[in-house]
């Protein structure tokens, strides 16, 4: 995102840019209401509205060396963001399915508190793939942890914003974001 948004205000120096960050569900309620225009977020795959980015695999991740303190019938310490998370929410359902026991030892309210409290080693975060900060590692296979699905990312625009700009800033994201599969409108 640094090198999107920096290239886009050297492209675009006339175009205001303000920068919210926040959850999905927040972000696309802004969107509905008129305060966001352009909004890049995670959705379960599948359930979200706007242009799909790209569909990604969530993974565990810890920092490398981090114990597997469930090996030793503790429960899994998981770091997740505060509800309503699809992240969060696809991982316990993992967990009760795999009927592994877990706790959740830090709710974060944004990214640098996930960040912080995965360095810490304190439990393990999940993240989608595409967005797993270079310091961490993804869980392997033999950390005895289920899989955790897909989430889309996704734009969501504001049909009242000004078409040039949002579409400038569309535009920008895209081609940073490869995507995985092919890229399909679902609406919105």
């Known amino acids: 995102m640094p090198?999107?948004?920096?290239?886009?205000?050297?492209?675009?120096?006339?175009?205001t840019l303000d920068l919210t960050v926040s959850q999905?569900?927040?972000l696309q309620r802004r969107i509905e209401s008129g305060h966001v225009d352009v909004a890049f977020l995670k959705t379960p795959a599948g359930?979200?509205?706007?242009?799909?980015?790209?569909?990604?695999?969530?993974?565990?991740?810890?920092?490398?060396?981090t114990g597997l303190w469930w090996?030793?019938?503790?429960?899994?310490?998981?770091?997740?963001?505060?509800?309503?998370?699809?992240?969060?929410a696809l991982a316990v359902q993992a967990l009760?399915?795999?009927?592994i026991r877990h706790r959740v030892v830090c709710i974060a309210r944004g990214i640098n508190a996930v960040l912080a409290a995965t360095r810490a080693r304190l439990g393990v975060a999940?993240?989608?793939?595409?967005?797993?900060?270079?310091?961490?590692?993804?869980?392997?296979?033999?950390?005895g942890l289920p899989e955790l699905g897909e989430l889309d990312?996704?734009?969501?625009?504001?049909?009242?914003?000004?078409?040039?700009?949002v579409g400038a800033l569309?535009?920008?994201?895209?081609?940073?974001?490869?995507?995985?599969?092919?890229?399909?409108?679902t609406g919105g």
Request: hydrophobic fraction near 40%; charged fraction near 25%.
């Open 3 to 15: 090198r999107i948004l920096r290239d886009f205000r050297h492209l675009n120096p006339c175009v």
């Open 24 to 26: 999905g569900v927040q």
């Open 47 to 65: 359930e979200g509205r706007g242009r799909l980015v790209r569909r990604d695999r969530l993974v565990w991740a810890a920092v490398e060396g």
């Open 71 to 88: 090996d030793e019938g503790r429960p899994v310490p998981l770091i997740v963001w505060q509800a309503p998370s699809p992240s969060c």
């Open 96 to 99: 009760e399915r795999a009927g």
């Open 126 to 143: 999940i993240f989608a793939r595409i967005l797993l900060p270079v310091d961490l590692v993804e869980l392997p296979g033999s950390a």
């Open 153 to 165: 990312v996704v734009l969501l625009t504001n049909p009242r914003a000004p078409a040039e700009p």
């Open 170 to 185: 569309t535009t920008a994201i895209l081609a940073y974001t490869k995507p995985a599969r092919p890229t399909h409108d």
